[in-house]
């Protein structure tokens, strides 16, 4: 007979799902009203400030979309992209590889520019494309790659997507709240991100936001947005300022009293302190890491402090070690993706889950399994080296 | 600044969402675990076989899709029908009128039979359709239509469209758990729900159920899906049979602890008991408010009984009552759409919000309220002809 169920308590730090805060379970379990009860709408109004906050723009169009990000990210596409047009796609990682699906069953064409795994995209290829392909509509690439754990400098890459004219999407699902982001200042045009990273709640809902240019181009559209459940004429509709909100889907109103108390926090903390939190924490994992003899993939130049991507030592079986810490001591990291699975871990530290107790748990658990099963490490010295990054770089 | 959102404890008696359980509730605020967690997994199971009792299939594709309902028929509509198909879509209320809109979002031609708003899908007009249109491939319409309250007839209508070789795809957002609904004894091909309604569960993920045939179709598509997020060839991956299960999106985990808690609840209580409650609150609920001198908007033969739709009294300003009923009583019910907006209103008794205290506040508060704006109404006999039901058809 089926019961009710009971999770395990875990400690979360694989790439997301991560840790979710109790004020934020708490939240969730709120009794439920309307969507369209007044005291709803007052909610939604202020979660938009809210988002605008983390996101760092003014721009209206600010919300969260009602399903996963990965329908943040269809959402961005099936609305600035039209049967037809060429899209310039930066990959160098999974998330540019389902752009690439994206902009293929828009019946647009997808120009594909590649980096290897592991690294940033580069500006000059994306420059070298726009110059080949003078009629591309709209430049796509992920901020935060969850693949590999590398950060691409969004900046200069929407600058060069704007003198050539082109619209810009951003994949933020693992950046948002973690690292510095600021859409208007970058001049980003559309961005998508999730909630289950930095943002310390659970999954479910994809913040996104749109500029005038973005707007203008959903307004000047030849064809019919082809997904009607993502069509920002009709969300704008029931999301918008006007005092009649047209009835377009019911909105998930208990997940939103979560994503609501985690803005909320994020908020209080402050985004620079949420960054300098990210990194400190990155910062003591790593010179514990780093002290038992492993190595990152990704350069510190471009590494993501929220997801530490590290070689397993070799000669280890690495998925029977995921297995025992999750089996052991219920924590989970992540497995690596395609050409790196396993030969990675990747560790995050996201949001709530960026703290130093599980900095410490995952060092130690990592250790003792890691000794147990005569991995090539060097022991005793993982925690110690942590407090002494905590020292030189404090919370 | 703002501030943690405390909502209002509201009576949910409107077309949806309903009131939601307090197990589910706190089912909702349970600790994270991960997507790909063995424990996540097996509740993931376990929520399949129960979705496949409440809508009475051994159909292996029966999974929640993670987003609402409207996600779920589009979900249907995307995977089914192909650019160029001519599609049957019965409209006799507002969502029939979605189901067209996504008819044409997929490239391909609808050809709409309408019924009056409040009269169920007339059989006749569908089968001259199909005599009509040889072509068609596939014939579209709403179980319980949440915008009217009417039932529609699901087994004769699949009988004429499989007459005709073509699938079937229902709407049963309202109707799963609060009427009898019976996937493979009907021979459905394709059916979609929320969770919001007789569920008694939040808003924001639709379940939805495909049987061989239905499969056998977007198998054997000649294009892709247009939309990636929702294409069940990638979905089946992660949420089939495989022991290693593809990952495609980040399941809304805490979402899905409560739709397994409010379907465990569904199978303890029993579908007929489900029905039957629902059906005896309807009942109670109709005897009150004909007992104040309310009509029904819907023929008894079709009523639904967790929509109750009757007009509001002659010179009352409805709106003004909702209103009253929400700020006074904490109590909502719902308005009318289209071309019954301001002359109808809509009641739930779905799921846990068909109960009798709901019954009495609803029947004792509109009672009130309208005595006290001098409407036309019997006073003083609505509760005792609630009761005399009550005797006659116990819960």
Redesign the interface.
């Known amino acids: 007979m089926?019961?009710?169920?009971?999770?395990?308590?875990?400690t979360?730090m694989?790439p997301?799902?991560s840790?979710?805060h109790p004020?934020i379970?708490?939240?969730?379990?709120?009794?439920?009203?309307?969507?369209l009860?007044?005291?709803?709408v007052a909610?939604m109004d202020?979660t938009k400030?809210?988002l605008q906050y983390a996101f760092q723009t003014k721009n209206e169009l600010t919300i969260p979309v009602?399903?996963?990000?990965?329908?943040g990210?269809?959402t961005c596409f099936?609305n600035l992209v039209e049967a037809g047009d060429e899209v310039i796609v930066c990959k160098n990682g999974v998330f540019g590889m389902?752009m690439i699906?994206?902009v293929?069953?828009?019946g647009a064409t997808p120009i594909v520019i590649s980096d290897d795994w592991g690294k940033p995209v580069d500006p000059n290829k994306l420059q070298d494309a726009l110059k080949n392909h003078p009629n591309a509509t709209t430049v796509a690439f992920v901020h935060a790659e969850t693949s590999t754990g590398v950060e691409s400098d969004v900046k200069t890459l929407v600058d060069i997507a704007h003198q050539h004219d082109c619209n810009t999407i951003v994949d933020a699902v693992t950046s948002l709240g973690g690292i510095p982001l600021k859409v208007d200042e970058w001049g980003v045009d559309a961005i998508y991100s999730?909630t289950?990273k930095c943002l310390s709640c659970?999954?479910?809902l994809s913040p996104v936001s749109f500029n005038e240019r973005a707007i203008e181009t959903i307004k000047s559209r030849q064809s019919?947005?082809?997904?009607?459940?993502l069509d920002l004429n009709l969300v704008m509709g029931y999301w918008g300022e006007n005092t009649k909100r047209a009835y377009?889907?019911?909105?998930?109103?208990?997940?939103l009293?979560?994503l609501?108390?985690s803005l909320?926090m994020l908020?209080q903390e402050g985004l620079e302190n949420s960054w300098n939190r990210h990194n400190s924490h990155h910062q003591a994992l790593r010179a514990g890491l780093e002290a038992m003899g492993m190595s990152f993939l990704v350069d510190e130049s471009c590494r993501l402090p929220q997801l530490n991507v590290v070689f397993s030592p070799d000669g280890v079986d690495e998925a029977k070690v995921r297995s025992r810490l999750?089996t052991e001591y219920n924590l989970?990291i992540g497995a690596g993706l395609g050409e790196f699975a396993g030969k990675v871990w990747r560790i995050g530290l996201m949001g709530y889950a960026s703290r130093k107790e599980n900095v410490n748990l995952c060092l130690s658990a990592l250790e003792t399994v890691l000794a147990d099963m005569n991995a090539p490490i060097e022991k005793g010295v993982a925690l110690h080296a942590a407090q002494n990054s905590y020292n030189q770089i404090p919370i």
Request: glycine share 10%.
């Open positions: 089926p019961q009710t169920f009971n999770p395990p308590i875990r979360l694989g997301g799902p840790d979710v004020r379970l708490q939240a969730l379990s709120k009794p439920t009203i309307g969507h009860d007044p005291e709803f909610m202020e400030s809210l009602s399903a996963p990000g990965s329908a990210m269809e099936v389902r699906e994206n293929e069953r828009c999730g289950q659970t999954p479910g019919k947005v082809q997904s009607w459940f377009h889907h019911t909105a998930p109103i208990n997940a009293y979560g609501h108390e909320l908020h999750l989970e």
